[in-house]
C-alpha cells in the first residue's frame, strides 16, 4: 500500500503536491488544536462567574466591665463605692470579669487590687467562709480563748458551730459560788479546730474531743473583757446547749454551797455590851507608925494616951480609975 502512495505521489505535478501539501498541513493544526482545546477542558472546570460582594466593615463590640475605683486591700469586703463600670473592647476583656456591680459587692478580695484594675473571680472569695478562720467571726464580735479540761469543756463533745452558756465558779473557806456569766455564745473552735474534717473516716458528730484545752467564743467587746476577768477569779465552765433550748437564764444568777465538814468561818451574831462593873477596892489598913521617944517625950506622950477626953468627962461611965 505504501508503493501505491508512493506511485500516486511520483504521477502528481509540482502544483498538485503543494496543494496537497497545504491541506495535510490544515488537518494537522484542525487536530491539533481540537486537542489542546480537550486537555484544557478536562483539567480546569468551567469557570463560574464571580459576583463581587460589597465589602463588610468590621464593627468594634464593647463591653461593660466592673474595674476598682481605689486600691483595694487583701480580704477587705466589697463594697459599692469601692466599684464602677467601664468600657472595654471585647477582645482586651480578661476571662471571669464581671458586668455588674451587685455581683461583687459583700464579697472578700483574696489579693490586692489596684485602682482601675478589672477584678475577676481569681480575685475574690466567694463568701466570708473561704478567708480561713477570721472569716468564721460575726462582725460584731470577737474571738477570745479561755482554758478548758475534760470536765470544764463538757468532755470534748462540745463542737466548733455550737452555743454554749459559760459559768463562773469561785471557792471561798469551803463555800463554792456558781453564777451565770455569759449564755447563748457561739463557739468557734476547740484545741485549735476549726471544724470536723468530712474527709477522715473517723468522724462523727458525737465524738469527744480528745483532752480538750483550749475554747475559743465568739464574744462582743464588753462580754470578752468580763470573761478575761472572770477567768482570774475563779474557774471557767462550759454548758453545751441543746438545738433548741427552752429555757434561759438570768445573767448573774448565782447558786451557793457550803460544805458539810468544813469549817466555816462565821461572823458572830452581835451581842450587847454590859456595863462594866466597877471594881470595888478593898480598904487599906494603915500600918502603925512606931515613934522613939526620949526623956520628957515619954512622959508627955504617955499623959496624952491615958488623958480622959471631952466625952468620957461627960459619962460618967466611962471613968477610968488610974
Known sequence: MSSRLFDWISKLDFRQIVTLAVVIALIMFALASFSI??????????????????????????????????????????????????????DSVPPGAFSNVSELVGKPTKVAVNAN????????????????FVGTIP???????????DITGVAGFAKPGDRVDVMLVERNEGVATTSVLLQDVLLLSINQNMGVNKNSEDDSSTKAIDNPSLATLALRPEEGMKLISASKIGEIYLMLRPFQAWTEYSVGEEYTMKSIKAKVAETPAPTEEKPKEVEKKEPEIEQPKIEILYGDDIEKETEKKFAPSAESKSTPENVVDS
Not at 482545546?37 to 463591653?63: D, F, S
Not at 466592673?66 to 466599684?83: D, F, Q, S
Open 117 to 132: 484594675e478589672v477584678i475577676t473571680t481569681q480575685k475574690i472569695f466567694d463568701n466570708v467562709n473561704q478567708i480561713g
Open 139 to 149: 462582725p460584731d464580735c470577737r474571738a477570745v480563748s479561755v482554758n478548758v479540761n
Open 37 to 90: 482545546w480537550m486537555l484544557v477542558q478536562h483539567e480546569t472546570p468551567e469557570k463560574e462567574v464571580e459576583v463581587e460582594t460589597p465589602k463588610v466593615v468590621p464593627q468594634i463590640v464593647v463591653k461593660k466591665v466592673v474595674v476598682a475605683n481605689v486600691t483595694i486591700a487583701p480580704k477587705t469586703i466589697l463594697k459599692e463605692e469601692m466599684l464602677t463600670v467601664k468600657d472595654f473592647l471585647e
